[in-house]
């Protein structure tokens, strides 16, 4: 709805209603409409300012009227009225305009701005384009290179930029609203012929074809297959080379593909997602909107290496006072070091004063007495953990929330070390912690609930995708990301190179195949875990059991490699070869595929031809079998859950949706006629053979993926 009142007697404001950010709505817009043509004829009335109430000008269209049929006024020609009227139109933008807001405030004759406001043109996150004209008014207003940037990634600016863009005339640090009329009084009865955008020839910068070029080029490397910012490149070429009429033409078209795309659909379902991960719940019950979290103000992290140098750094930023506990000396020094340079890189970006003062550090595990919360990121090792946890429990005073940064083990034993394993939850960051946007809250059955929130509510705060899950070994990421590249290295004794595989993995749009992966993220790490499960047993001369553990098939590859002494980029090779230790660049490595060659030899297997349909097929089956394991006992609420944990920290396309929506994509009928396929091929690979859910889900017809949570249900019912 939009609400229209008469101030300072001739000029008429129009406010935006519609809670929470005034988006776009049927009836928004059905309210643009007539209150402008109330305005406009109104001879009282010189000239209009639109603003939005509660502070926000407009978060764009509404979203859930996506998908659906469109009725209510169109946004373009409602934007044409506008811009067309007599009678100058200012938009006062407070807070936000986003997307249809921002081409809302296009179509305007003027902007005023908040200095706090934030302006955007987000839709190619969402897989669209700005589609109500502001792919063609944008380079008109302020040049293609500036345009393009603002279009192709869905960068919000700041009032401050968006002055220096041009695209609003003024920004005010006082009363949004006030500063708009008091403008629009004095515009009153000018010329408005220049003030028109979509009249505006667009700049033309010395070598269009260039520059066009590039930006191409510049999408194509970063989208890896995401066709929303190729489209946002073509929409503004059409503005820079086209009359105005004819590039809406084009926006129009460029847009009707986008939106029947899968992309925008899995675009826009991880958006959903996102939200609702929020709002979780445990298996007993107690849930997000039942759950108080309990105030942090204090905290500690335990073991300051790669991980808790991060985790410092991520509590310190939210406003936390940190102790930060190292027992090695030398480490101590160096951590300090690195936790300071990034607080200080950090506060520069956001124009702040560094919040040293706010870490304490010390080696004594004594300095954590009178913490709220404690974060362990000790070595993985389950024998220091627990003695870590135990020392916690005599030192820090009572109802202090112990948490746990392991990747793997079991936290839920780790509760047991303690006399109030209620307080206890895994917090699982990912390298770099103060970076990376996933968190993986853990609880096991003696979590409470109050815990769960309070760390669900810590990861929001530090900006994180916070997702609880249930306690198992590796929980959903790492658990679903071992099948991933066990399939990996069975293919290399197969036939396949790494080469192949990561080129395979990289066009379906992870941005680092498996091996290349693994070799920045160093090879021993995995290697010392699969030690410590006693899966790398000593290697026999030759023979089937080396490659059998636990009655299973396993490739023991990756631990020959790391035998060699080759950690990947640490170490100068592991998978690929590198100039030197700590290189970057990845060099296909003729050792390697004489190793290959010599292995296969070695365990009588004959190399046949792999293509990278089976290479995604493999990996990504498999590891979409393992997800629908990890719903069917119940560790993942919901698909969406895994979705969010593949998106934010595993590098998953996002414009693929997440392992379990891609699932849903592919068809699931398909999936289970391919897993069938290669387990019937490999009988040895458990994780191959289809599981229940999935063949369930396929017997009920394969419903769409918001429907699952329904199957499992009954599913959990029967058990
Ligand atoms: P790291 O080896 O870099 O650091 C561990 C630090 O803990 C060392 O500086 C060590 O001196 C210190 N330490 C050992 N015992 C201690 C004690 N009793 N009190 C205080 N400090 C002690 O290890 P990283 O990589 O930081 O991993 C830490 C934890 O985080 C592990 O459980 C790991 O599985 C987990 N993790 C690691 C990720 C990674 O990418 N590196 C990702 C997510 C979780």
């Given at each position: 709805m939009a609400q229209y009142t008469r101030?300072?007697?001739?000029?008429?404001?129009?406010?935006?209603?519609?809670?929470?950010?005034?988006?776009?709505?049927?009836?928004?817009?059905?309210?643009?409409?007539?209150?402008?043509?109330?305005?406009?004829?109104?001879?009282?009335?010189?000239?209009?300012v639109i603003c939005g109430q509660n502070g926000i000008f407009c978060g764009g269209a509404d979203i859930k009227e996506f998908g659906e049929k469109m009725f209510g006024p169109p946004l373009i020609p409602m934007m044409h009225a506008i811009e067309a009227a007599d009678k100058p139109v200012v938009a006062a933008i407070e807070g936000s305009a986003l997307g249809g807001g921002l081409e809302l405030a296009l179509g305007c004759h003027y902007r005023i701005a908040h200095s706090k406001a934030r302006l955007g043109l987000p839709e190619v996150t969402l897989g669209l384009l700005p589609a109500a004209g502001g792919s063609q008014r944008l380079p008109r207003l302020i040049g293609v290179p500036a345009a393009l940037d603002l279009i192709t990634t869905g960068r919000h600016v700041t009032a401050a930029e968006a002055l220096q863009l041009g695209i609003v005339d003024q920004v005010t640090d006082h009363n949004t609203v006030d500063a708009a009329v008091k403008f629009a009084l004095t515009v009153a009865g000018q010329s408005l012929d220049a003030r028109r955008i979509s009249t505006r020839p667009c700049p033309q910068p010395s070598d269009l074809d260039a520059l066009f070029e590039e930006a191409m080029q510049k999408v194509r490397r970063s989208a890896r297959g995401a066709i929303a910012p190729v489209a946002c490149v073509q929409a503004v070429r059409?503005?820079?080379?086209?009359?105005?009429?004819?590039?809406?033409?084009?926006?129009?078209?460029?847009?009707?593909?986008?939106?029947?795309?899968?992309?925008?659909?899995?675009?826009?379902?991880?958006?959903?997602?996102?939200?609702?991960?929020?709002r979780w719940r445990m298996p007993s019950g107690a849930s997000w909107d039942t759950s108080k979290p309990r105030p942090i103000n204090k905290a500690a992290v335990i073991g300051l290496g790669t991980m808790g140098q991060g985790i410092t750094v991520a509590l310190t930023q939210i406003g936390l006072s940190v102790v930060a506990i190292e027992t090695q000396e030398k480490q101590l020094m160096k951590a300090k070091q690195a936790i300071s340079g990034m607080l200080e890189r950090g506060a520069k970006r956001r124009g702040v004063a560094p919040p040293l003062d706010r870490v304490?550090?010390?080696?004594?595990?004594?300095?954590?007495?009178?913490?709220?919360?404690?974060?362990?990121?000790?070595?993985?090792?389950?024998?220091?953990?627990?003695?870590?946890?135990?020392?916690?429990?005599?030192?820090?005073?009572?109802?202090?929330?112990?948490?746990?940064?392991?990747?793997a083990l079991d936290m839920d034993q780790l509760a047991s070390e303690t006399p109030n394993p209620e307080l206890v939850v895994g917090m699982h960051f990912f390298s770099p912690a103060h970076v990376m946007k996933?968190?993986?809250?853990?609880?096991?059955?003696?979590?409470?609930?109050?815990?769960?929130?309070?760390?669900?509510?810590?990861?929001?705060?530090?900006?994180?995708?916070?997702?609880?899950?249930?306690?198992?070994?590796?929980?959903?990421?790492?658990?679903?990301?071992?099948?991933?590249?066990?399939?990996?290295?069975?293919?290399?004794?197969?036939?396949?190179?790494?080469?192949?595989?990561d080129e395979a993995l990289e066009e379906f749009g992870f941005p680092m195949g498996v091996f290349r992966m693994s070799d920045l993220a160093g090879l021993d790490v995995g290697w010392r875990i699969r030690k410590s499960a006693g899966l790398e047993e000593p290697i026999e001369a030759s023979g089937q059991s080396v490659r059998i553990?636990?009655?299973?098939?396993?490739?023991?590859?990756?631990?020959?490699?790391?035998?060699q002494g080759r950690f990947g980029q640490k170490t100068g090779s592991g998978w690929y070869q590198y100039d030197a230790p700590g290189g970057r660049v990845a060099r296909s490595d003729p050792w390697l595929h004489s190793f290959l060659a010599k292995y296969r030899a070695r365990h009588g297997l004959v190399a046949r031809g792999i293509d990278h349909q089976e290479v995604l097929e493999r990996c990504l089956y498999a590891m979409i079998n393992e997800g629908f394991r990890i719903l069917e006992d119940g560790i993942a609420a919901g698909p969406e859950d895994i979705d969010v944990i593949y998106v934010f920290g595993y590098g998953w396309p996002r414009h693929r949706g997440g392992p379990m929506f891609y699932a849903s994509m592919v068809g699931l009928a398909k999936v289970l006629e391919r897993l069938e396929h290669y387990h019937h091929a490999h009988p040895d690979v458990p994780s191959l053979q289809p599981c229940s859910l999935l063949k369930r889900l396929v017997a009920s017809g394969s419903p769409p993926v918001h429907r699952w949570r329904e199957v499992i249900k009954k599913l959990h019912s029967q058990l």
């Amino acid at each position: 709805m939009a609400q229209y009142t008469r101030v300072s007697g001739i000029v008429g404001l129009i406010t935006l209603q519609n809670p929470p950010v005034n988006a776009l709505s049927a009836a928004v817009r059905q309210g643009i409409v007539d209150t402008v043509k109330t305005a406009l004829s109104d001879p009282q009335v010189k000239s209009v300012v639109i603003c939005g109430q509660n502070g926000i000008f407009c978060g764009g269209a509404d979203i859930k009227e996506f998908g659906e049929k469109m009725f209510g006024p169109p946004l373009i020609p409602m934007m044409h009225a506008i811009e067309a009227a007599d009678k100058p139109v200012v938009a006062a933008i407070e807070g936000s305009a986003l997307g249809g807001g921002l081409e809302l405030a296009l179509g305007c004759h003027y902007r005023i701005a908040h200095s706090k406001a934030r302006l955007g043109l987000p839709e190619v996150t969402l897989g669209l384009l700005p589609a109500a004209g502001g792919s063609q008014r944008l380079p008109r207003l302020i040049g293609v290179p500036a345009a393009l940037d603002l279009i192709t990634t869905g960068r919000h600016v700041t009032a401050a930029e968006a002055l220096q863009l041009g695209i609003v005339d003024q920004v005010t640090d006082h009363n949004t609203v006030d500063a708009a009329v008091k403008f629009a009084l004095t515009v009153a009865g000018q010329s408005l012929d220049a003030r028109r955008i979509s009249t505006r020839p667009c700049p033309q910068p010395s070598d269009l074809d260039a520059l066009f070029e590039e930006a191409m080029q510049k999408v194509r490397r970063s989208a890896r297959g995401a066709i929303a910012p190729v489209a946002c490149v073509q929409a503004v070429r059409a503005a820079a080379t086209l009359p105005y009429a004819l590039g809406l033409e084009r926006e129009k078209e460029l847009m009707a593909t986008l939106f029947t795309s899968g992309q925008a659909r899995a675009l826009q379902y991880i958006f959903f997602a996102q939200r609702a991960v929020g709002r979780w719940r445990m298996p007993s019950g107690a849930s997000w909107d039942t759950s108080k979290p309990r105030p942090i103000n204090k905290a500690a992290v335990i073991g300051l290496g790669t991980m808790g140098q991060g985790i410092t750094v991520a509590l310190t930023q939210i406003g936390l006072s940190v102790v930060a506990i190292e027992t090695q000396e030398k480490q101590l020094m160096k951590a300090k070091q690195a936790i300071s340079g990034m607080l200080e890189r950090g506060a520069k970006r956001r124009g702040v004063a560094p919040p040293l003062d706010r870490v304490s550090y010390s080696q004594n595990i004594q300095a954590v007495a009178d913490v709220d919360l404690v974060i362990e990121a000790v070595f993985e090792d389950m024998g220091l953990k627990m003695e870590v946890f135990q020392q916690l429990s005599a030192v820090c005073k009572p109802g202090t929330l112990l948490c746990t940064n392991t990747s793997a083990l079991d936290m839920d034993q780790l509760a047991s070390e303690t006399p109030n394993p209620e307080l206890v939850v895994g917090m699982h960051f990912f390298s770099p912690a103060h970076v990376m946007k996933l968190l993986e809250v853990v609880y096991g059955p003696r979590s409470s609930p109050q815990a769960v929130a309070t760390a669900m509510q810590l990861g929001k705060k530090m900006g994180k995708a916070s997702v609880a899950v249930g306690n198992c070994t590796g929980f959903v990421g790492n658990r679903m990301l071992k099948l991933y590249t066990e399939q990996a290295f069975f293919l290399l004794e197969e036939g396949a190179t790494p080469e192949l595989v990561d080129e395979a993995l990289e066009e379906f749009g992870f941005p680092m195949g498996v091996f290349r992966m693994s070799d920045l993220a160093g090879l021993d790490v995995g290697w010392r875990i699969r030690k410590s499960a006693g899966l790398e047993e000593p290697i026999e001369a030759s023979g089937q059991s080396v490659r059998i553990r636990n009655g299973c098939r396993y490739s023991p590859i990756a631990d020959l490699i790391c035998e060699q002494g080759r950690f990947g980029q640490k170490t100068g090779s592991g998978w690929y070869q590198y100039d030197a230790p700590g290189g970057r660049v990845a060099r296909s490595d003729p050792w390697l595929h004489s190793f290959l060659a010599k292995y296969r030899a070695r365990h009588g297997l004959v190399a046949r031809g792999i293509d990278h349909q089976e290479v995604l097929e493999r990996c990504l089956y498999a590891m979409i079998n393992e997800g629908f394991r990890i719903l069917e006992d119940g560790i993942a609420a919901g698909p969406e859950d895994i979705d969010v944990i593949y998106v934010f920290g595993y590098g998953w396309p996002r414009h693929r949706g997440g392992p379990m929506f891609y699932a849903s994509m592919v068809g699931l009928a398909k999936v289970l006629e391919r897993l069938e396929h290669y387990h019937h091929a490999h009988p040895d690979v458990p994780s191959l053979q289809p599981c229940s859910l999935l063949k369930r889900l396929v017997a009920s017809g394969s419903p769409p993926v918001h429907r699952w949570r329904e199957v499992i249900k009954k599913l959990h019912s029967q058990l």
